[in-house]
């Protein structure tokens, strides 16, 4: 079965740097997000993504975090200047046309020191 | 903006006991979600609901969503130690491209 894959597994980057983090979605979906897990707490909307725009973003997908389909396979998720706070699982999603569920991948864990 | 109230917040049960969880909302979602959540995992659908009133299973799960549309529940008939893991409720406000909105989850642990 086709699945969404996320690289790297665990990503750990000094306070101030930048980071990106990868995702191949499903071949042939249209929809991609990114989702946010602090650990311990439940997983937030950061942003959706479709027709090479941003459709929607939450409050947290502020000014340091930016998003992109550079190729027809990637789509990923830049932090310009990491806070301590960015630390948590982000989990990449896909969905395709027809009301097709969302597919999540297993997650970058990011660890800002 | 728009919040789940899931519970319980945990859960202790006997292996073979059946389990019963619960989703809340003040808002009405046009799909209610289930997802399973396993240690170094992304979450896993389980049951996708999109008709008020939908009954849907899914082997030994069992989910509904609420008539009045501000609620779901999921039932696991006879529990087994790989249903171990957290329980999210998750919502569509409007279209299932929308973002997915997620309850706090449940924690099911399971007693020999």
Redesign the interface.
Known sequence: EPE?TQTPSHQVTQMGQEVILRCVPISNHL?F?W?RQILG?????LV?F?NNEI??K?EIFDDQFSVERPDGSNFTLKIRSTKLEDSAMY?C?S?GLG?????????TRLSIL | GQQLNQSPQSMFIQEGEDVSMNCTSSSIFNTWLWYKQEPGEGPVLLIALYKAGELTSNGRLTAQFGITRKDSFLNISASIPSDVGIYYCAGQLVNRDDKIIFGKGTRLHILP
């Open positions: 969404v929809y997000y989702y707490q439940k997983v937030e909307f959706s479709y459709s929607e939450s989990f999603a969905s009301n097709q569920p969302q597919h999540f991948g297993d997650g």
